[in-house]
Protein backbone atom coordinates (compact mmCIF):
# COMPACT_ATOMS: atom_id res chain seq x y z
CA UNK A 1 0.00 0.00 0.00
CA UNK A 2 3.00 2.14 0.60
CA UNK A 3 4.22 2.09 -2.55
CA UNK A 4 0.88 3.14 -3.90
CA UNK A 5 0.93 6.14 -2.26
CA UNK A 6 4.64 6.74 -3.19
CA UNK A 7 2.83 6.52 -6.65
CA UNK A 8 0.28 8.81 -6.64
CA UNK A 9 2.50 11.15 -4.44
CA UNK A 10 4.78 11.21 -7.70
CA UNK A 11 2.81 11.95 -9.99
CA UNK A 12 1.00 14.50 -7.79
CA UNK A 13 3.93 16.39 -7.76
CA UNK A 14 4.77 15.65 -11.41
CA UNK A 15 1.38 16.98 -12.49
CA UNK A 16 2.23 20.01 -9.92
CA UNK A 17 5.53 20.80 -11.32
CA UNK A 18 4.35 21.00 -14.65
CA UNK A 19 1.30 23.24 -14.09
CA UNK A 20 3.24 25.62 -11.65
CA UNK A 21 6.06 26.46 -13.84
CA UNK A 22 5.92 30.50 -14.18
CA UNK A 23 8.70 31.43 -16.16
CA UNK A 24 8.34 32.20 -19.66
CA UNK A 25 9.68 29.17 -22.03
CA UNK A 26 12.10 31.42 -24.12
CA UNK A 27 13.49 32.89 -20.74
CA UNK A 28 17.25 32.47 -20.48
CA UNK A 29 18.32 33.85 -17.60
CA UNK A 30 15.92 33.27 -14.44
CA UNK A 31 16.13 37.24 -12.92
CA UNK A 32 17.58 38.21 -9.19
CA UNK A 33 13.29 38.25 -8.20
CA UNK A 34 13.24 34.62 -9.68
CA UNK A 35 16.10 33.32 -7.85
CA UNK A 36 14.94 34.94 -4.32
CA UNK A 37 12.10 32.63 -4.85
CA UNK A 38 13.30 30.03 -5.72
CA UNK A 39 15.64 30.13 -2.26
CA UNK A 40 12.94 31.04 -0.32
CA UNK A 41 9.76 29.15 -1.26
CA UNK A 42 10.33 25.18 -0.44
CA UNK A 43 9.85 23.09 -3.90
CA UNK A 44 6.98 21.16 -4.41
CA UNK A 45 9.87 18.28 -4.00
CA UNK A 46 10.67 18.53 -0.98
CA UNK A 47 7.50 19.50 0.63
CA UNK A 48 6.27 16.32 -0.96
CA UNK A 49 9.15 14.65 0.55
CA UNK A 50 8.41 15.95 3.54
CA UNK A 51 4.98 14.50 3.98
CA UNK A 52 6.01 11.24 2.75
CA UNK A 53 9.34 10.70 4.89
CA UNK A 54 7.50 11.64 8.15
CA UNK A 55 6.57 10.12 10.82
CA UNK A 56 3.00 8.49 11.40
CA UNK A 57 0.57 11.07 11.77
CA UNK A 58 -0.99 12.40 15.00
CA UNK A 59 -4.59 11.20 14.58
CA UNK A 60 -7.32 10.85 17.06
CA UNK A 61 -9.51 8.11 15.98
CA UNK A 62 -12.85 7.12 17.61
CA UNK A 63 -15.54 4.47 17.07
CA UNK A 64 -18.71 5.29 15.43
CA UNK A 65 -21.63 4.49 17.54
CA UNK A 66 -23.19 1.19 17.11
CA UNK A 67 -21.01 0.41 14.04
CA UNK A 68 -17.96 -1.52 15.53
CA UNK A 69 -16.48 -1.59 12.02
CA UNK A 70 -16.48 2.27 11.49
CA UNK A 71 -14.11 5.07 12.86
CA UNK A 72 -14.30 8.48 12.47
CA UNK A 73 -10.66 9.99 12.59
CA UNK A 74 -9.57 13.56 13.62
CA UNK A 75 -6.18 14.81 12.24
CA UNK A 76 -5.15 18.79 12.00
CA UNK A 77 -4.23 19.05 8.54
CA UNK A 78 -3.20 21.93 6.00
CA UNK A 79 -6.12 24.78 5.11
CA UNK A 80 -7.98 23.88 1.97
CA UNK A 81 -6.31 25.55 -0.95
CA UNK A 82 -3.00 23.26 -0.32
CA UNK A 83 -4.95 20.29 -1.77
CA UNK A 84 -2.06 18.37 -2.52
CA UNK A 85 -0.33 18.36 0.91
CA UNK A 86 -4.01 17.51 2.10
CA UNK A 87 -4.45 14.43 -0.33
CA UNK A 88 -0.80 13.30 0.75
CA UNK A 89 -1.82 13.64 4.47
CA UNK A 90 -5.07 11.72 3.63
CA UNK A 91 -3.21 8.73 1.99
CA UNK A 92 -0.83 8.91 4.78
CA UNK A 93 -3.79 8.07 7.04
CA UNK A 94 -5.63 5.93 5.64
CA UNK A 95 -2.54 3.96 5.52
CA UNK A 96 -2.12 4.54 9.10
CA UNK A 97 -5.48 3.56 10.17
CA UNK A 98 -5.32 0.24 7.83
CA UNK A 99 -2.36 -0.55 9.24
CA UNK A 100 -3.23 0.01 13.10
CA UNK A 101 -7.13 -1.28 12.70
CA UNK A 102 -7.13 -3.96 10.10
CA UNK A 103 -10.82 -5.13 11.28
CA UNK A 104 -11.80 -1.24 10.01
CA UNK A 105 -14.34 -1.42 7.05
CA UNK A 106 -14.86 2.21 6.69
CA UNK A 107 -13.33 5.50 8.39
CA UNK A 108 -13.88 9.04 7.59
CA UNK A 109 -11.26 11.82 7.66
CA UNK A 110 -12.35 15.28 9.69
CA UNK A 111 -10.32 18.46 9.65
CA UNK A 112 -12.67 19.48 12.86
CA UNK A 113 -12.56 17.73 16.09
CA UNK A 114 -15.98 19.12 17.09
CA UNK A 115 -17.51 17.87 13.85
CA UNK A 116 -15.74 14.66 13.93
CA UNK A 117 -17.22 13.81 17.65
CA UNK A 118 -20.68 14.57 16.67
CA UNK A 119 -20.45 12.52 13.84
CA UNK A 120 -18.83 9.95 15.85
CA UNK A 121 -21.30 9.88 18.53
CA UNK A 122 -24.57 10.77 16.74
CA UNK A 123 -23.77 9.74 12.75
CA UNK A 124 -25.58 11.50 10.70
CA UNK A 125 -28.77 12.22 12.83
CA UNK A 126 -27.23 15.24 15.20
CA UNK A 127 -24.74 16.71 12.94
CA UNK A 128 -25.57 20.27 10.26
CA UNK A 129 -25.03 20.04 6.90
CA UNK A 130 -22.71 23.06 7.84
CA UNK A 131 -20.50 20.13 9.80
CA UNK A 132 -19.57 17.90 6.97
CA UNK A 133 -17.46 21.15 5.32
CA UNK A 134 -14.79 19.74 7.53
CA UNK A 135 -15.02 16.50 5.98
CA UNK A 136 -11.50 15.67 4.72
CA UNK A 137 -11.89 11.98 3.10
CA UNK A 138 -13.26 8.71 3.41
CA UNK A 139 -12.16 5.30 3.35
CA UNK A 140 -14.13 1.96 2.20
CA UNK A 141 -12.49 -1.33 2.86
CA UNK A 142 -13.24 -4.72 1.60
CA UNK A 143 -11.87 -7.53 0.09
CA UNK A 144 -11.64 -6.05 -3.18
CA UNK A 145 -8.95 -2.95 -1.82
CA UNK A 146 -9.80 0.09 -0.22
CA UNK A 147 -11.23 3.25 -1.85
CA UNK A 148 -10.47 6.94 -1.00
CA UNK A 149 -12.82 9.58 -1.53
CA UNK A 150 -11.41 13.07 -1.27
CA UNK A 151 -13.85 15.72 -0.74
CA UNK A 152 -14.12 18.28 -2.79
CA UNK A 153 -17.06 20.15 -1.40
CA UNK A 154 -20.01 18.72 1.18
CA UNK A 155 -21.53 16.25 -1.56
CA UNK A 156 -18.49 16.16 -4.14
CA UNK A 157 -15.19 13.42 -3.85
CA UNK A 158 -12.75 12.56 -6.03
CA UNK A 159 -11.47 9.21 -5.94
CA UNK A 160 -7.61 9.08 -5.01
CA UNK A 161 -6.75 5.50 -4.24
CA UNK A 162 -5.14 5.36 -7.60
CA UNK A 163 -3.29 2.18 -7.47
CA UNK A 164 -4.54 1.06 -3.79
CA UNK A 165 -7.19 -1.13 -5.03
CA UNK A 166 -8.04 -3.29 -8.12
CA UNK A 167 -10.12 -1.44 -11.14
CA UNK A 168 -13.97 -2.82 -11.15
Known amino acids: MRKGIHLVALL ?22 EKEKEKSVPTVEAKVEHFLSSDDISIFVQKKEGKPNELVIYSSLPPRGQELERKILALRIVNQVVRDYPNT ?27 YLHQVAFA ?23 GMSPVD
Not at 12 to 29: E, H, K, V, W
Not at 118 to 126: M, P, Q, S, T
Open 12 to 33: MTMLLQACSSDTDIGASNPTIH
Open 105 to 131: TFFSIWDDKEAAGVIAANGDRESSWDG
Open 140 to 162: IKNAKGVRVSYALSMDDFENISF
